[in-house]
């Protein structure tokens, strides 16, 4: 961990294109880090309608490999997609979703993996991924 990751918990701060993506990839990643929030699919081809890309296929191709590469989680409730805000890609995905504003934050919830792994264990089941999609009112929606 260096110094700038301590800014990264700033909604505000720029985020940094990592590195390795494909053409397509990299013109997702940068709708993705231009909007405040999940964007759906057709959302994300809509912006990038102006740079060439008029094919769904693609889009889902981009979200595709930038999924399996950790970058991006998929929001299976909103069908919608979330730049991830971790450092590395993790299986357990804990996401606090506002049923009125439709704001989603990802959770930095370790516990979450902690508390699963012995009873995964028990069961010899081996887990892919595991998605916590935990709805409410964020805190502007509940003051
Ligand atoms: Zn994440
Ligand atoms: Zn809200």
């Known amino acids: ?9 700033d909604a505000a701060a720029p985020r940094e294109r990592p590195s390795g993506l494909s053409k397509n990839e990299t013109l997702v990643w940068t709708a993705m880090a231009a909007a405040d929030g999940p964007l759906k699919a057709y959302e994300i081809l ?3 309608k102006g740079q060439g890309v008029r094919a769904p296929m693609t889009v ?6 930038l999924e399996a590469k950790g970058i991006i989680h ?3 409730g909103l069908n919608a997609f979330l730049l991830c805000n971790h450092e590395g890609p993790h299986s357990v995905q804990t ?9 989603v934050e990802e959770l930095e919830a370790v516990s979450v993996e902690t508390e699963i792994a012995p ?7 081996k ?5 916590l999609e935990i709805k ?8």
């Open 1 to 9: 961990m260096t110094d700038e990751a301590s800014t990264a918990s």
């Open 46 to 48: 809509d912006t990038l």
């Open 60 to 65: 889902y191709r981009a979200l595709d490999g």
């Open 74 to 76: 998929k929001l299976e």
């Open 95 to 103: 996401f606090l979703v506002c049923e009125r504003c439709s704001r």
């Open 119 to 125: 009873a995964l264990k028990a069961s010899a089941f």
């Open 127 to 131: 887990m892919r991924t595991a998605r």
């Open 136 to 143: 409410g009112a964020c805190m502007d929606c509940a003051a």
